[in-house]
């Protein structure tokens, strides 16, 4: 670390921390043991603050600003786990589970998929907004990865991933807002695509079951996140 | 300690939750003490009950005779459990919701069958345009999520709500 980096302190959840200047709400929250709930963010990847799980309230600032996008500042006062922000993740978490079709019963990745865990963590026992039912393909042209729209929950951890890491930017997404969808190249089926190169680093980020490995059945598909911390710093190192 | 009175359905479900209520094995002597079981598909008998104080409620809800029945089970009941995954999320049963209605009846009735070329319009329940989840048509007092949930979970709520207690069930059930 260079030494020009200033330190400053500042207090989350009632409690006095040190922190590089640099450095993330979440980050500094983390060092420090506590736990912020996060969906779209994954250690190796350039944060995205898209599902907004992470919103934290600052003291002074009327809006909540998501923990993993917000620098931290000396004498800013951080609350986490307010009443009010349990409220919201889980209205949060809900609106995921309505807006696509989650059928934990009959998918790949039952038992290891973050947006179940979730649920239970933030304790959603259901969702009390109505279900949207959209019409979603299946993209299984590919001949060793399938992408299931009904469980994409569009945290772009893949199309992260693809461009940072890769360097192919196969993944990308096309649309917006409720029509947002996860893409192949040009919007291509997955196994016409000429720039994928077959490394599965965005099967192996997705939190859910929209991205598994062909063949994979139910309660299956278990996911390898912590090869990303690891490719992360081997890159560091080489540049 | 006077029994509570205790009901069990299935609507729009494949009966896992009810396969999963009987694994509670021997134990279900003593949900026998705690309870009388006076509807479901274990005992003998047709008309739901004016009154029942626990009703384990599984299914999602996909026809007209499911919403005339679940509103009759919420008029009887004190507490009414969404039991499993199917009553709480609509689950497997909603994977015919974004399908049109006339698409869903010819995969099932024609296209699937060989010895069949008629879609059955009468003494059959209206099937509604999408299967529910059981708090789309009316309040729920419990939500016991899985696919099924387990024997454990399922005799842990009982016991708790036969105490007068609110089962805590984040951290014993989940969906799938």
Redesign the interface.
């Known amino acids: 670390m260079s030494s020009s980096v200033n330190i400053i302190t500042l207090t989350i959840d009632e409690k006095q921390v040190g922190a590089r200047e640099n450095q993330t709400i979440l980050e500094v929250a983390r060092e420090n043991g506590v736990e912020i709930p996060t969906m779209c963010e994954l250690k190796g990847l350039t944060p995205s603050g898209g599902c907004r799980m992470c919103v934290v309230e600052v003291a002074g600032i009327p809006k909540l600003l998501p923990a993993c996008m917000t620098t931290v500042s000396e004498g800013m006062v951080v609350t986490t786990n307010s009443e009010r922000l349990k409220k919201l993740r889980k209205n949060i978490l809900e609106l995921f589970?309505s807006e696509r079709?989650?059928?934990?019963?009959?998918?790949a990745s039952?038992?290891f998929?973050e947006l179940?865990?979730m649920?239970?963590k933030v304790?959603m026992?259901?969702?009390?907004y109505?279900?949207l039912?959209?019409?979603?393909e299946v993209d299984a042209s590919h001949n060793r990865f399938v992408l299931d729209h009904n469980r994409c929950i569009l945290c772009t951890r893949c199309v992260r991933v693809c461009d940072e890491i890769e360097g192919s930017h196969t993944l990308d997404i096309k649309g917006r807002g409720i029509e947002a969808q996860v893409i192949t190249d040009m919007d291509q089926p997955w196994g016409d695509s000429e720039t994928c190169t077959l490394c599965g680093k965005c099967v192996h980020v997705c939190p859910t079951g929209a991205l598994i490995e062909r063949g994979m059945a139910v309660g299956e598909m278990s996911k390898r996140k912590q090869l990303l911390p690891y490719l992360t710093q081997m890159r560091e190192v080489k540049t | 300690m006077k029994k509570l009175t205790l009901a069990t359905i299935w609507l729009d479900g494949c009966s896992g939750c009810h396969m999963s209520f009987v694994d509670v094995d021997e134990r279900i002597l003593q949900v026998a003490e705690k309870y009388d079981i006076i509807f479901s598909p274990l005992v003998d008998v047709k008309e739901f009950p004016e009154k029942v104080d626990v009703t384990l409620l599984e299914g999602a809800i996909s026809t007209d005779e499911d919403v005339e029945m679940v509103k009759k089970i919420r008029k009887s009941t004190k507490t009414l459990i969404?039991f499993g995954?199917c009553a709480?999320?609509?689950?497997?049963p909603?994977?015919r919701?974004?399908?049109d209605l006339k698409d869903v009846f010819k995969r099932g009735y024609l296209e699937t069958s060989t010895d069949n070329d008629v879609i059955p319009d009468e003494m059959l329940p209206k099937l509604l345009d999408?299967a529910y989840?059981v708090?789309?048509f009316v309040d729920?007092d419990v939500?016991l999520?899985g696919?099924p949930p387990s024997a454990d979970t399922i005799f842990y709520a009982l016991v708790e709500i036969a105490e007068g207690r609110t089962p805590e069930?984040?951290?014993r059930?989940?969906?799938?």
Do not use: W
């Open positions: 589970f079709n989650h059928i934990c019963a009959v998918c039952n038992g998929c179940q865990l649920a239970q304790e026992s259901h969702v009390h109505p279900y039912y959209p019409h979603c | 969404a995954d709480v999320t609509s689950n497997v909603s994977m919701n974004h399908y999408k989840p708090h789309h729920v939500f999520q696919c069930l984040s951290k059930a989940r969906f799938g």
